[in-house]
């Protein structure tokens, strides 16, 4: 069956896109347009909406930057490494003297050993990061999280911070940031958050850390479902991105989940 289309110039940033309205039904799917993938193409509520590529300058600062963040692995010998792990033990336990970088008292924030340092090679230095950040912006919802506060909690509870590196390991995979060609629409609705605010990883962090605790509190979820209730987060992840009214992180849903 043949589509016909009415296109007109909807204006985002500094950059001219088209928006495409059906007035009959395609037997196709949203396809990328045009082989520079200056714009891409995805439904929402009955209508293509063709968000750019080409980033504004600022765009452009800020993504480079996330992913210079992305490329930095955890390195034990580095001061300011060092430094940000014990940030995270004060935001963690305010008061609680830490009796070294190398110590048991890891293991009771969800470490795997008595070194944390092991733990990073998947996510590298941005998963601290995305910690510290958490912990010094909601306070509160860390906090219940850390301790594993509210709700019926299973015998076999997923470690915090291992699971906290792997929600920045999944968000990097969901991004999808260093592919040469975007293979979904949630990639380019991110960038254009990214103009929004240059923290938006690290709150879209935040969310994702909320939103998996609800879910395995929700599925009553052992850790042998941890991976499963990743894959569901992600997907609630992406469904909240690209809702019609979400133009900052702020606007998900699950965002009110963060205190």
């Known amino acids: 069956m043949k589509c016909i289309r009415v296109g007109i110039v909807l204006k985002i940033g500094s950059c001219k896109c088209m928006l495409i309205k059906d007035y009959a039904t395609c037997g196709a799917p949203p396809a990328w347009i045009g082989k520079g993938l200056t714009c891409v193409c995805f439904k929402r509520k009955g209508v ?54 190398v110590s048991e008292q890891w293991k009771e924030m969800g470490w795997q050993g008595r070194d944390p340092s092991t733990d990073f090679r998947g996510a590298g230095f941005i998963a601290l990061e995305n910690l510290l950040f958490f912990a010094k912006t909601f306070t509160t919802s860390f906090q219940q999280l850390l301790n594993k506060q509210g709700g019926k909690r299973a015998t076999w509870e997923y470690p915090f911070a291992v699971a906290g590196v792997n929600i920045t390991f999944m968000i990097m995979q969901m991004l999808d940031l260093d592919a040469s060609k975007p293979r979904n629409f949630v990639r380019p609705v991110f960038i254009q958050i990214l103009s929004e605010s240059e923290w938006a990883f690290d709150l879209l962090y935040c969310v994702a850390f909320v939103v998996m605790d609800k879910q395995w509190l929700d599925r009553n979820a052992t850790y042998m479902e941890f991976n499963d209730i990743l894959k569901s987060t992600r997907a609630q992840l992406e469904r909240e991105l690209l809702s019609d009214d979400v133009l900052r992180i702020e606007d998900m849903p699950s965002y009110a989940l963060l205190r």
């Open 48 to 101: 293509y909406e063709r968000i750019c590529i080409n980033l504004t300058p600022l765009q452009e600062q800020r993504l480079q930057r996330l992913k210079n963040r992305m490329k930095v692995y955890f390195d034990a010998s580095r001061l300011d490494h060092q430094g940000a792990l014990k940030a995270l033990w004060s935001a963690s336990y305010p008061g609680q003297v830490l009796n070294g970088l």
